[in-house]
């Protein structure tokens, strides 16, 4: 009932024995705490019988049960100790000197065990390339800042160059390209046409339901270095086509690669209507320069 009562030289605190066939025994606790703090004591000599006797439990008495600390047995204290003269490291060799040792893995100088072991397997560490991310709502803020300017519709979309030159990157942190991510989409307002080698689709849908449009380009280095870097050639390269395990990403539509039928069909679309515009102004600047002529 009661964990334990204060215990001094001239006060005590007694906990009363109940039977089962008391009263008391079917009290609650707080009612037996209150009886059990009515049975006080002067005399250090109470009788026992009325109760036992127990200490509170204070920073003073607190302590480890016995044998749950064991003392370490310090060595080099003389042949009566056990661990004397050599501590229990023998007589010479490499692991008596201090410092000395082998790994846990040496064998004793056979092969290892990972060593007799056959390779299977590659990787292709050395040769990843790795993409630069670039968050939508960064753009956004770009474009809020007027530090990086949409295109209209007639003109060319944005590109890693575009992206570069607004100080969104550094250059020399563009190794293989850059990714498009969808961080930041909830604050994504403006329509951007944008051209990147790689993209999310949760930044695919973000664009495309603000009426912009995403496609992803293949740069190699060379197609990379020339789209960063054009006052270094006096004829810029063609782009090359991707290698045969990236021919299937940028092949597909789903990741608006630039090589899928969908989007070759649409550059043509809008090619045709660039032409029909530019026909017609052409036809509109002839009309009016026959009539300025029949006027003069």
Known sequence: MLSMLRSTTTRRWVVPRF??????????????????????????E?????????????LSNLSDNPGAIKKKRRVGRGIGSSKGKTCGRGHKGQKSRSGGGVRPTFEGGQTPFHKRLPKRGFT?????????????????????????????PHEPPLTIKDLV????TNITRVKHGMKLLAKGKERLRSPIRIEISRASGAAIEAIEGVGG?????????LALRALLKPHRFDIIPKRARPPPKLMTYYTDYDNRGYLAPETQLKKLNLQL????????????????????????
Do not use: C, W
Request: proline letters at 4%.
């Open 19 to 44: 039977g089962s066939g008391d009263a008391i025994s079917g009290s609650s606790p707080k009612t037996l705490s209150s009886m059990a703090r009515v049975i006080y004591q002067e005399s250090p």
């Open 46 to 58: 109470a009788s026992k019988k009325d109760g036992d006797i127990v200490q509170f439990l204070t």
């Open 124 to 152: 292709n560490k050395n040769h990843k390339e790795e993409m630069l991310p670039v968050n939508l709502g960064m753009i956004q803020d770009y474009v809020d800042m007027g530090r990086l300017v949409l295109p209209k």
């Open 165 to 168: 030159d607004a100080g969104i």
């Open 213 to 221: 449009e995403v496609t992803t380009v293949h740069y190699n280095k």
């Open 273 to 296: 209507q660039n032409f029909a515009v530019d026909d017609v102004d052409d036809v509109d600047d002839d009309e009016t320069k026959e009539e300025r002529e029949k006027d003069k």
